[in-house]
């Protein structure tokens, strides 16, 4: 979806249309697009059954699906309501819907990993668009600092995440979620002996999922 609207605005950008109009018409697409992802997944609600990919990086399940679904309607709802701030905003922002629906996409990945690292790549690829919508209103004082702010400590809880990924790595010998999930609830001997290391590693990963997301206690 997204790669066919680039391919169509890469075509209409050389016909000397505007860009104002490109980035309303990629606006009802993409909205139409998200429509049929929205579909697909009602379908895969209805008659789907619980599967993995790409040997448990991806899971499949009803829960899953279910927040998908949520993820996508949210997107959409988005869209739709961001005709106006496109057509009375001083700058085109032809980039705009482009970004908010890979946003959706990343989203959409997060929601489905099974392991830190596909989770992980997920989290940081939906920060890299954050940084750019956020900055939009660049001639805005509050919106450059906001920027800037949020990029430093995305940086730094990146930095976090990955280092907790390596300490669970180093302790428990896998990534997968429910492996590390099966490996706390059984494997208590070398729990008491790792048990500073595995604490160390969960704090880290939620200070750095926490100020990923901007929740509390690290929203600020």
Do not use: W
């Amino acid at each position: 979806m997204l790669t066919v609207v680039l391919a169509l605005m890469a075509c209409e950008l050389g016909q000397n249309r505007s860009y104002r109009t490109l980035a309303l018409e990629s606006l009802e697409a993409l909205r139409c697009g998200l429509t049929v992802v929205a579909t697909l997944y009602i379908i895969a609600l209805l008659f789907g059954s619980v599967t993995s990919l790409f040997n448990g990086y991806i899971i499949v399940t009803v829960y899953t699906t279910t927040l998908k679904l949520l993820t996508v309607l949210s997107g959409r709802f988005i869209l739709s309501n961001s005709e106006r701030y496109i057509r009375e905003h001083s700058r085109h922002l032809l980039e705009y819907p482009l970004i908010l629906t890979l946003s959706v996409t990343f989203m959409l990945l997060l929601v489905g990993s099974g392991h830190l690292i596909s989770a992980f790549l997920a989290l940081v690829g939906f920060s890299l668009n954050l940084y750019v919508l956020i900055l939009f209103d660049a001639t805005s004082a509050v919106a450059r600092e906001a920027g800037i702010k949020y990029f430093y400590l995305s940086t730094i809880s990146s930095g976090l995440i990955l280092y907790s990924i390596f300490l669970f790595f180093v302790v428990t010998g896998t990534g997968h979620i429910y492996e590390l999930g099966h490996f706390l609830a059984t494997e208590t001997e070398i729990i008491n002996n790792s048990y500073s290391v595995l604490h160390l590693a969960l704090v880290l990963l939620l200070v750095g999922i926490f100020f990923k997301l901007s929740a509390f206690p690290g929203h600020l």
